[in-house]
């Protein structure tokens, strides 16, 4: 069965960066669309980021547009995300998810990887001055 764990969070400052990193074990990670997933304390989840099976489609949202970008290495069954220019409302808990697909309806990825998907226990990011 897929599992997946989250490293890098931990506190920055704003303008600051940081690396996650979804390492997956028990199955191929290149067999799933990866998104990550963030949930700020109080508020709904949000899709970051979304990337299709063999890295040629990368969706980010609007809000971390040109300053996130997320990649991945199938041998080494880990997907990252690197975020640059950190703001104080990128403030939340990261979530790595495996499923069928990615796309740019990244509430549609959410919903589906909810029901079909494989989602690891996230990392906390901080961004704080």
């Known amino acids: 069965q897929l599992q997946l764990v989250e490293s890098g969070g931990g506190v920055v400052q704003p303008g600051g960066s940081l690396r996650l990193s979804c390492v997956a074990s028990?199955?191929?990670?290149?067999?799933?669309?990866v998104a990550w997933v963030r949930q700020a304390p109080g508020k709904e989840r949000e899709g970051v980021s979304c990337i299709s099976r063999s890295a040629i489609d990368t969706n980010e949202a609007a809000t971390v547009k040109g300053r996130f970008s997320t990649s991945r290495d199938n041998a080494k069954n880990t997907v990252y995300l690197q975020m640059n220019s950190l703001k104080p409302e990128d403030t939340g808990v990261y979530y790595c998810t495996a499923g069928p697909a990615c796309s740019r309806d990244l509430m549609a990825v959410i919903r589906t990887n909810t029901d079909f998907g494989t989602w690891g226990q996230g990392t906390q990011v901080t961004v704080s001055a």
């Open positions: 028990g199955g191929s990670l290149g067999n799933y669309g």
